[in-house]
């Protein structure tokens, strides 16, 4: 009897183990977190108080807790919501690279248990926003939620050409980085010139945004889900994509020549080195979709923490 008491619970165990190993791989590509950090570390830059040599780690505690949140809390429960609300595009397997974190699809996770998860996920993160941070972030993190469900369960916003594109730069990194620049802010809410390059950082998101369109165009054309890349073709979805790296950059320019921004912000144009190679490499159509999905991921970092350094410089 001991003996079957024994492999019953390393049955029982083995079950649980397999069932954690889902649940974690089905909120991959971890990548994809360190867009919600790099968003708020970009708000905390402009706002954090003191010169940059004064920093010392308790007076980082804030924002780590912040970014843990917005990276941990916000891209887990977005991968468990995109996973519910997208089980007819990802039951198309062909193409897609994640395939392999389709736990839904597999069958390894039932579609209501992703569901109830991701929404407490969503829920406990606004809370902990909340208790935690400030009322302002727990704001900008339950807007971010709104844009989750609206965007993959209803009304399914992604299934409509540039709407999911704009929903992602909003709720991957304009969100974000005004909830990043009121944990140090004593006013909480941005003032004009912050909002104004945050808006900017988002346009950025939204041209890196088609990267993913140009990795799911097979799937999203048979679901009838109308990305750029499917109703204006690759070419032409590459030429926008373009379009959409260069404008802030140009954003900046105009503003910093017109005196709103001072011309220490104009140090942001390092990056654009590697953003021009990998416009290049769009217009062109010389580069895999997956590779062109990685440095749009990246270059959205480089954007955001370079557009906040230079702000944080130039009020200094």
Known sequence: ?????????????????????????????????????????????????????????????PFFIGAFIFSVFGQCGVRYINDFGDQDVDSLTDGDPLSHTRMIIKKQIHPYEALGVGVIIHVSGIILSYFLVNWFFALMFGLMVDLSFMYSVYPRLKKLPFTPNVMIGLGYVFLPMLAGYSIYAPALIPPLEVLVLAFLCGVFAFGASIGKDFMDMGRDKES???????????????????????????????????????????????????????????????????????????????????????YRLSVS
């Open 1 to 61: 009897m001991w003996i079957r008491g024994d492999a019953v619970s390393k049955r029982k165990q083995g079950r649980i183990y397999r069932k954690l190993v889902a649940h974690v791989t089905l909120t991959r590509p971890f990548v994809k977190w360190l867009i919600f950090f790099f968003s708020v570390s970009a708000g905390a830059i402009i706002s954090i108080p003191g010169s940059m040599n004064s920093i010392t780690f308790m007076l980082l505690i």
């Open 224 to 310: 009838g889900i109308r990305t750029l890349p499917v109703v204006l073709g690759e070419a032409s979805a590459a030429r926008v994509k373009s379009m959409l790296f260069l404008a802030p950059y140009a954003g900046v320019g105009l503003f910093t020549v017109s005196g709103f921004y001072s011309s220490i912000m104009l140090l942001s144009f390092v990056a654009l080195i590697p953003v021009g190679f990998l416009v290049y490499k769009l217009v062109t159509l010389n580069f895999s979709r997956e590779r062109i999905l990685q440095w749009s991921i990246m270059l959205t970092w480089l954007t955001s923490i370079l557009f906040g350094g230079a």
